[in-house]
């Protein structure tokens, strides 16, 4: 049963990632020129899962601070997968060692975020979000 289902959403996976790319071009053309974030970069053709902010260095923005006005205006945010797994409890369970430093793991951690993209349509979503920042 669950693979006619699968099967049948399949069919729909075409249309599901042309409309989270017109969401990811329009976050882009939002907030390209926020000098307050790196934004992520189209390198191939991604089906843009979210769209991640990244304070930038120089700018001593606090991103609690920024998290609580998402929270405020009901906007989920996430952590970036990526940030800095060196702090995970899981780790006492394996042999491993860090190679030099994850200084960029790290600031990414404390300073990244990121909210998600969908299969519907969010320009609505978008300028809202760019207002909160604002």
Do not use: C
Not at 79 to 104: A, M, R, W
């Amino acid at each position: 049963m669950s693979g006619a289902i699968g099967s049948e959403q399949l069919k729909k996976l075409p249309g599901f990632i042309v409309q989270r790319r017109k969401n990811a071009e329009l976050f882009v053309d939002s907030f390209k020129n926020d000098d307050r974030f790196l934004i992520q970069k189209e390198i191939g053709a991604s089906s843009w899962f979210g769209f991640s902010f990244i304070i930038k260095e120089t700018l001593g923005l606090n991103r609690s601070d920024l998290l609580q006005k998402l929270e405020g205006a009901n906007i989920e945010y996430r952590p970036i997968v990526t940030g800095d797994f060196t702090k995970s409890e899981s780790l006492q369970y394996f042999d491993y060692e860090v190679h030099k430093n994850v200084s960029n793991a790290k600031y990414l951690d404390n300073n990244g975020f990121f909210v998600g993209n969908s299969h519907e349509d969010l320009s609505n979503q978008i300028e809202y979000l760019k207002e909160i920042l604002s």
